[in-house]
C-alpha cells in the first residue's frame, strides 16, 4: 500500500494504457488503490493533425492504388514519443507507473532488418525516437487493414494448407486480404530484396512493445490471431501457414507469449530522456482485444459494438467455435479465452462521407436520425463506399434501393441503419441472445446513432465509461499483467470492474420500432444479395413494405 501523499490523499500505483489506432494514439493512466482504480489521465493525437508532414488522411498514407493502405511506423514511433511527453507533462508522478501496455490497430505489420536488436537497446536519449527507427526498417511503410489488395495471396494460402475451413479451423478465420500472414506473401513476392533484408515481422502492437523495452518484444495471441498463422488451441504459431504463407518466415516471426507476459522494463531511452521509472511493460495486443476488456467483457453472453473506423461487433466465447460461413473471426482473447468478431470497414467513414455530402455537423447529422421514421419508409443504402470485408466487396459501390440520393435525412437513417442491420445479419454465427450491447467508439458519442442500434437489436445499449475502450483495456491489462508477475493476481471481474457501465448511460429499445425493423430485417438482406448480384431486385418487397 503506498503511504499518503502530503496533501493527505493515498496516491495509489500508476498504469499506463495507450491505444495506437487507425487514426489517432491515445494515452490512458489509471489510479490503483487496492482493488480500485480511477482514470486519472485521458489524451490522444490524431496523426493528421499533429504529424501533418506524413500527410495521412484519416491516418492512411496517401494512395497509389485504390486497394492497398498503408501507414508510417515512423510516425507512430514520433507519435509515441510525443504522447509519452505528455503523460510525463501532466505532472501526475510518472515514477508511480508500475506498468505500461498498449494497444493497436490489429493486422498491419512492420518489417525490420536484422540492426533492429542492436539499434533498439542503444537508442541515444539525446536524440527523437523516430529519426532513429528509419535505419531498421527493412520496408518504409506499414499496411495495415484496410488493405484489400492480397486476393491472389488468400487464394494461394488456403489452396496450400488444405482449403478455407482447415485454415479457419486452426486459425479462427478463413484467408482474409488484410490478415498479415497474405500482406507478408504480397511483400515478399512484389519485393523479395526488401523480404530477404527483414529479419523480424511485428504486428504493430509487438513492434510498438519493442520501442518502449529496446528489444524485439513476444506478440500476445490476441493480435497474433489476427495474422492467419496461429493455431488457437495450442496459441503458437501453426507451421502448416507459416511454410504456406513465405519463405524462411519461421525466423522473423516474434515469440507469442501470454497476453500477461512481461515483454520487459521501459528501456533507458524512456528513462533518461523522458523521466519513466524501469516500469514493466506488458505485452500489448489488438485494439479489439483490449476494447474486450475496456468495456468489461470477461464473461460470455453480452457484446460490444465499437464504432470507430472499423465498426466491429464481438463478445468472448469460451470456445473457439469458427464461424461454418466464413464471414466472422475467432481471436485469443486477453483473458485466455477466445473471441468472436465481425469487422466492417465501411463504418465512420462511411458515415462521414454521408456527412460531408450533405455538409452536416455531427449535430445536423443526428437531427436528421430524430425526423426521419425507423424503416425510412422502406428507402435502404447499401454503404459500400470502400471495399468490404462482411460480406467481401472488392469493388466497392454504393446501391441505393427506393432512395433519392438528394434526400440528405433520408440517406442519413439509411446509412446508420443498413450498418446496425449488418451487424445484426452477420453476427448471428455467434450464437449469442444479443439482449445487452456495450457500444464504444468514436461514434458511440451519438446517442441518436445508438438508439438506432438499441431498436435494431431490440438489446440495452449500454455506452462505455471512457470514448477510448482500447486504450482504458490496455491500462487494465497492464495493472493485470502488473499483479501476475507480482504474484499477487486479481481476478478479471476485479480489474473490470471501472469498466462496467453505468445505468445512466442506458439506451432502452423501443419495442414498436424493434418490431418495424424485424419486419425489415430480411428485405434488406435481400437488398444485399441484390447488390452481391446474388438476388432478385428487393423494391417491390420495399415498396409493400413502405406502404403496410
Ligand atoms: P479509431 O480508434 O478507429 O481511430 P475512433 O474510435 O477514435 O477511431 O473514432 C473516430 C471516428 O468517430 C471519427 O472518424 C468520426 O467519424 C467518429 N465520430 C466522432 N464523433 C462523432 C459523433 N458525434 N457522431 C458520429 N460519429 C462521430
Ligand atoms: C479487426 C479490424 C479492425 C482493426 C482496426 O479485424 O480489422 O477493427 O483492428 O481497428
Not at 537508442?123 to 528509419?134: F, G, K, M, R
Not at 481471436?331 to 456527412?355: H, I, K, W
Request: hydrophobic share 40%; net charge negative.
Amino acid at each position: 500500500m503506498s503511504p499518503p501523499s502530503p496533501s493527505g490523499l493515498r496516491r495509489g500505483r500508476l498504469y499506463l494504457g495507450l491505444d495506437s489506432s487507425t487514426q489517432s494514439l491515445t494515452a490512458i493512466v489509471i489510479e490503483v488503490d487496492g482493488t480500485d482504480a480511477r482514470v486519472v489521465f485521458d489524451a490522444s493525437l490524431s496523426f493528421d493533425e499533429a504529424f501533418p508532414q506524413y500527410g495521412t488522411d484519416h491516418g492512411v498514407l496517401p494512395r497509389t492504388q485504390p486497394d492497398e493502405a498503408f501507414s508510417s511506423p515512423i510516425m507512430w514511433a514520433e507519435a509515441l514519443e510525443a504522447i509519452v511527453e505528455r503523460v510525463v507533462a501532466s505532472g501526475l508522478g510518472v515514477s508511480r507507473i508500475g506498468a505500461i501496455s498498449g494497444s493497436a490497430q490489429q493486422h498491419g505489420s512492420v518489417y525490420l532488418n536484422a540492426d533492429a536488436p542492436r539499434m533498439l537497446s542503444r537508442l541515444d536519449p539525446a536524440q527523437p525516437l523516430a529519426s532513429q527507427i528509419t535505419p531498421i526498417l527493412s520496408r518504409r511503410v506499414a499496411p495495415i487493414w484496410l488493405d484489400s489488395s492480397t486476393s491472389t495471396e488468400c487464394a494461394e494460402i488456403t489452396d496450400a494448407v488444405g482449403g478455407p475451413g482447415l485454415l479457419a479451423q486452426h486459425t479462427g478465420s478463413r484467408a482474409f486480404e488484410r490478415f498479415t500472414g497474405p500482406q507478408i506473401r504480397k511483400f515478399a513476392a512484389v519485393d523479395p530484396d526488401g523480404y530477404a533484408a527483414t529479419a523480424r515481422v511485428h504486428l504493430v502492437s509487438s513492434y510498438l512493445a519493442s520501442l518502449l523495452v529496446g528489444a524485439h518484444a513476444p506478440i500476445d495471441p490476441g493480435d497474433a490471431s489476427g495474422a492467419n498463422l496461429m493455431d488457437l488451441t495450442d496459441t503458437q504459431w501453426w507451421t502448416a501457414a507459416v511454410s504456406a504463407t513465405a519463405p524462411g518466415l519461421a525466423d522473423k516471426l516474434p515469440t507469442i507469449a501470454p497476453s500477461w507476459s512481461v515483454a520487459g522494463t521501459v528501456s533507458p531511452y524512456w528513462q533518461t530522456r523522458l523521466g519513466l521509472p524501469p516500469a514493466r511493460v506488458i505485452a500489448w495486443s489488438g485494439d479489439n482485444p483490449c476494447s474486450l476488456i475496456g468495456v468489461g467483457l470477461v464473461r460470455e453472453g453480452r457484446v460490444a459494438i465499437s464504432l470507430g473506423t472499423s465498426d466491429t461487433i464481438f463478445g468472448l466465447m469460451k470456445d473457439p467455435n469458427v464461424d461454418p460461413s466464413g464471414t466472422g473471426h475467432v481471436f485469443a482473447s486477453p483473458t485466455g479465452d477466445y473471441m468472436g468478431l465481425t469487422c466492417f470497414s465501411n463504418g465512420s467513414l462511411a458515415r462521414e462521407r454521408v456527412q460531408d455530402a450533405y455538409g452536416f455537423t455531427w449535430t445536423d447529422f443526428s437531427r436528421a436520425l430524430d425526423v426521419t421514421p425507423a424503416g425510412n419508409q422502406g428507402r435502404v443504402l447499401i454503404p459500400w463506399f470502400e471495399p468490404e470485408i462482411t460480406p467481401a466487396v472488392a469493388d466497392p459501390r454504393v446501391h441505393r434501393y427506393r432512395l433519392s440520393a438528394d434526400d440528405a435525412a433520408a440517406n442519413v437513417r439509411a446509412v446508420v441503419e443498413a450498418q446496425q442491420m449488418a451487424m445484426a445479419v452477420h453476427s448471428t454465427w455467434m450464437s449469442v441472445t444479443i439482449d445487452t450491447i456495450h457500444a464504444t467508439g468514436g461514434a458511440a458519442a451519438n446517442k441518436q446513432i445508438l438508439q438506432v442500434m438499441a431498436d435494431v437489436f431490440g438489446a440495452e445499449v449500454y455506452r462505455s465509461t471512457v470514448s477510448n475502450s482500447a486504450a482504458l483495456g490496455a491500462a487494465l491489462r497492464a495493472w493485470h499483467g502488473d499483479t501476475v508477475a507480482e504474484g499477487t493476481p486479481l481476478p478479471w471481474e476485479t480489474i473490470t470492474a471501472i469498466a462496467q457501465p453505468s445505468a445512466t448511460s442506458l439506451i432502452a429499445p423501443n419495442p414498436a420500432r424493434h418490431a418495424v425493423y424485424r419486419e425489415l430485417l430480411p428485405i434488406y438482406e435481400a437488398c444485399e444479395a441484390h447488390a452481391l448480384g446474388r438476388g432478385p431486385d428487393p423494391t417491390p418487397a420495399l415498396e409493400r413494405f413502405a406502404q403496410r
